[in-house]
């Protein structure tokens, strides 16, 4: 499914995963990967997070919206 808005302003492509998902998929690529460069979670997107996609993306509070 499609949701509204994009990953990052860089993205062309809607948004796949809900909020939720793309909080844990940062918190991953950072606590176990160890990960300085956060990459778009989209198959095909290489759009870089900006520290300001990431604090949205953590601080922002919801379900899976």
């Known amino acids: ?3 509204a808005g994009t990953v ?3 993205c062309t492509h809607a948004r796949s ?3 939720s998902c793309i909080a844990r998929y940062i918190r991953s690529e950072i606590e176990e990967k160890c990960q300085t ?3 778009c ?5 290489a759009a ?3 520290y300001a996609d990431i604090k949205l993306a953590l601080f922002t509070t919801g379900s899976c919206s």
């Open 1 to 3: 499914p499609a949701f």
């Open 8 to 10: 990052t302003s860089q």
């Open 17 to 19: 995963a809900c909020h």
């Open 37 to 39: 460069t956060i990459r």
């Open 41 to 45: 979670l989209h198959a095909g997107c």
């Open 48 to 50: 870089e997070l900006a």
